[in-house]
């Protein structure tokens, strides 16, 4: 392999093949006739994508309510009436999911197949996510045909909805612990008390969780429409 | 200056024992101690001077003084009088002028590194828009303060900023945690204005252990702000109920039921209003049916309306704040419509170029 120059890094072309680690090779099917079947996402990969999903749509009905609370008094009360406190305790629950999810997806990316990780150090990156724009806003573009996600899709997934979904556990996981605020585990500069002299107050923080939740909702709206136009464009 | 323990000087104002010994029962109730560690107040009332306070006001409303002196466990009297020496008070000093500035000047040479430091108000970057005798403010603060044993921030505007340092802040106002205390350790105190009850009560920790009470990570006395409003509020049942006032004049706040929707800064806001509650314990804001404003938070002035309660992004004017709810769904709605004409675009592209290629394959 050629060593590259800093110009290649920036503008040379779009192709991560010959910087993958041999060692972390999708599994290829030879369907005869000259083609094969990458096998991109591994098992582990869909099932936390899927996991994830579910947990994001609980999350973001559970967390609407207790944000806006957008039922209407009654005054035929019940002793069981408990609205808020089950949402709540569903918002937790899931919250831990998708916590555990995420830190899942965090390890596989660095023992899973070679789709898994990132390529934003690779030489042509910056150039792959140009011609992806232009692919996007219907401009004549060089967008390679990429195995896995092409290099707009991976920065929207590591600053976009990586960042958001970081941010969404640090506030969540804070904001879970605010009644235990005289505990050492809320106190301890190395555990969680650090939180609000990055974040702000506790008002702060709960606009940085819904922020970020807001962020996972257009990513998530920009995901699906994306994955059915790829569909549709490629299909032969 | 004439040394006396506090109960000397309360024995010779012709209170009784007895009535001393309420007082430090009160002083041990008021600091969170039990009821067996009543002796420790009462051995160090017996044994230690009263503490010189200098009690600087800067950017304020005097509003932290007004609180202070409605103390009603301990009153207001047997702290000024008995607990301690308040030497510089803008509120409460007879005197005034040059004399009451030699008087500070005595204390910060005779007692140096042994006096306690109260400030009220917030402190401009420049000091020159808060003079008091003819001295900017923050020349005099880190002067009283570098050679004080310890500095209690009173108020919002101390601690945070508070209102002098509210958007759009003319006077640069800062909390006087921005200026140099040097190795004074600073004690916040936030509240707009604090319980009076906490406000005594955290020189009365002071006096009978020696010892600032242990802090949390932004300086607040934890034994009074570990806990939210919220977990402590007594309309909690209804909150976890899911049962909400949606105006102030429904039959839900006539029911008593939770403030959330009506802007309750309850679940934000760190204090002891639920536990302590003002005025001599007779009620808090939540408890004669109005939501608390979240006073004893950073920037709760910027926070938006009280009768909001999550709005605090700005809008560009600085002049209001939005809900982040109302952003974030407008902002996903732009997202799913510019999906869909970006969606009938590509079916539009993909049908033209199809027919293109049609017509070369012809």
Known sequence: ?????????????????????????AKIKDLGDGKVKVLVWELPVRIWHWVNFLAIIVLMFTG???????????????ATDFLMGWLRW????????????????????????????????????????????????????????TIGHNALAQFAYWIFFGLCSIILSITGLYMFFEPQQGTHFMMNTYIL???????????????????????????????IYLAFREDYLVRE | MEKKSVFQSAIER????????????ALAATMGLEFSQTDKVVNAMETKEKVPVIWLQFQDCTGCSESFIR?????????????????????LSAASGHQVEEAMEAVIEHYKGKYILATEGSIPEDGIYCMVGGKPANEIYERVAKNALAVIAYGSCSAWGGIAGAKPNPTNAKPVT???????????????????????????????????????????????????????????????????????????????YCLYKVGCKGPTTYNSCMEMRWNGG?????????PCIGCSEDGFWDAGSFTERLADIPLPQKIATVDPAVIGGVVTGVATAAVVAHGAATAVKKNIDDKKNTHEDH
């Not at chain 1, 999911?97 to 934003?120: E, H, K, S």
């Not at chain 1, 008390?193 to 920009?222: C, D, E, R, Y």
């Not at chain 2, 000024?80 to 803008?90: N, Q, T």
């Open chain 1, 193 to 223: 008390g650090w939180v609000p002299h990055v974040f702000g107050n506790s008002v702060k923080l709960h606009i940085w969780h819904q922020g970020a939740a807001w962020g996972t909702m257009i990513f998530m709206v920009a995901h």
């Open chain 1, 64 to 78: 609407l309510y207790i944000a806006l609370a957008f039922s209407s008094a009654r005054f035929e009360t019940h």
């Open chain 2, 71 to 91: 103390s009603s466990h301990p009153t207001t009297e047997s702290v000024v009088l008995d607990l301690i020496s308040l030497e510089y008070s803008e509120v």
């Open chain 2, 14 to 25: 012709g209170v009784s024992r007895r009535d001393f010994l309420k007082m430090c029962t």
């Open chain 1, 90 to 145: 569903v918002h937790f629950v899931t919250g831990f999911v998708f916590m555990a999810a995420l830190l899942f997806r965090i390890y596989w990316t660095f023992v899973g197949n070679r789709y898994t990780t990132f390529d934003i150090y690779k030489p042509g990156f910056i150039r792959g996510l140009w011609e992806s724009l232009k692919f996007y806003i219907f401009l004549p573009n060089k967008k390679p045909h």
């Open chain 2, 282 to 290: 007779t009620s808090m804001p939540i408890l004669s049916g109005n």
């Open chain 1, 1 to 25: 392999m050629k060593k590259k120059g800093l110009m290649d890094h920036i503008f040379g072309a779009h192709n991560y093949e010959d910087f993958y680690n041999p060692k972390r090779q």
């Open chain 2, 178 to 256: 921005a200026f140099d205390s040097g190795d004074t350790p600073v004690m916040i105190v936030p509240g707009c204005p604090p319980i009076s009850e906490v406000m005594t009560g955290v020189i009365a920790h002071y006096l009978t252990f020696g010892i600032l009470p242990e802090l949390d990570g932004f300086g607040r006395p934890k034994a009074f702000y570990k806990h939210r409003i919220h977990d402590k509020c007594n309309r909690r049942a209804y909150f976890d109920a899911g049962l909400f006032v949606e105006s102030f004049d429904d039959e839900a706040s006539k029911q008593g």
